[in-house]
């Protein structure tokens, strides 16, 4: 517990140094890999059980059912942008248990021109992620988590490095099947930049809650985003309207109904026979608003999975429509080596 409690301390400096105004850099850390993220709409923080993809990004969630589990992700992206990922977690006693992950982005070659065509060559574009949490319950229904991520950039000839941590708590209640956790995520600064210019982490606060009904083989749960910062509504949706005496256009206010509910995620996981099988869904209100089209809204915003387990091996997939010519396939299989005698 002292040790948890000493990295909680060692993060408070990164994140007195964190920025949340203005356009950041590194967005593609809040990229989640997982199929059950994904499935239920994103920012799933708050489910306790032994689903080490959740602990990637949360913490807290690390627990002893994690021991010795081992998951591979992979992302068929937008324009054949592919993601990847490994985690492995194991549970080291009296310290608490401990996650090491790895998340890649492939974004592909490129060809290499001057201002005027001119072709020099073929160079490639990638991140990288490396992450090494832990997390430990202390006392009655509370635990805390730490994760410390190295970040690496590069894009032709650019280079960019940065650390970040992300903290989190979460209040576990087995005998009403609630959960609860509130996160500080991208708490940190750059190592060296792309153009030696001020590059900040997208610094995020998020709280979320879950639970499983009581008559009903059914969980849901709701995330409430970016408690740091109110208004979320992106430049490039604005819409406009004519005044009436001048005859001007003028930019049209969102609502603060339409401006809370872009903070707002919702997801469901339904388990019918109270077996392998899980079928989730999920809504996200803040991609619903700035990705679709005003006359063709199509599903954007919705996200669909399901989740099974054969043998030793749980298998999961979603499906996630970001826009109406974007439509995300995430993938994971997880498998624990303890089973299998190998660890």
Known sequence: ?????LLYILSFPFLIFSQNGGVNSYSF??????????AMGGNLISIYDNDINLALTTPSLLNQKMHNELSFSVINYVSDINLYSTIYVRDISKLGTVLIGFKSFNYGDFKLTDDIGNEYGIFNASDQVFTLSIGKQLFGNFSLGCSFNLISSRYESYNAM??????STTYNSFKHNFTSTL??????????TYTNSNEYLPFEIQFGLSKILKHLPFRYHISYNNLNKFNISSPYKLT??????TGDLEIKGETFAKTFL??????????PFKKNLYLRAGFNFQKRF????????????????????VYRFRFDYSR?????????????????????GLL
Do not use: W
């Not at 996630?320 to 299998?340: C, D, G, P, Q, R």
């Open 162 to 167: 940065a650390i970040s941590s992300n903290l």
């Open 290 to 309: 700035d990705m679709s089209l005003s006359t063709y809204p199509y599903l954007t915003g919705f996200s669909f999975g399901l989740g099974f387990k």
């Open 1 to 5: 517990m002292r040790f948890i409690i």
């Open 240 to 245: 406009t309207q004519t005044n009436i005496e």
């Open 29 to 38: 850390i809040n990229v989640e890999i997982s199929p059950r993220i994904e």
């Open 183 to 192: 996160i500080c995520k991208n708490i940190g600064r750059s190592l060296n």
């Open 320 to 340: 996630s429509f970001y826009h109406v010519a974007s439509i995300i396939n995430n993938f994971s299989i997880t498998t624990n080596l303890s089973k299998k």
């Open 262 to 271: 872009r903070h707002i995620i919702i997801g469901g996981e339904l388990n």
